[in-house]
């Protein structure tokens, strides 16, 4: 359970980083994804599930998420 957390930790600060080059579009899926990732591994570690199945959800959603939302701005 604490590998699927730190890894979705470190997933998110290696994307924060990544980040200047890219257009919002980018930056919104790269972001979501991340955020997204973590809170399913955390979810799922919390209720009890998978923390990999549930960061695998999560990116997905927040992936689509982010994209749709960089999409607008």
């Not at 730190?6 to 980018?26: H, I, K, P, Y």
């Not at 919390?46 to 199945?53: D, F, P, Q, V």
Request: charged share 5%.
């Amino acid at each position: 359970m604490n590998k699927s957390l730190w890894f979705a930790a470190a997933l998110t600060a290696v994307s924060v980083l990544g980040c200047t080059s890219m257009s919002a579009q980018q930056q919104g899926t790269l972001s979501g994804a991340a955020i997204g990732a973590a809170a399913g591994a955390g979810i799922a570690a919390i209720s009890g599930g998978s923390g990999w199945t549930g960061a695998a959800i999560g990116g997905i959603a927040g992936g689509v998420a982010g994209n749709i939302r960089g999409r607008k701005q």
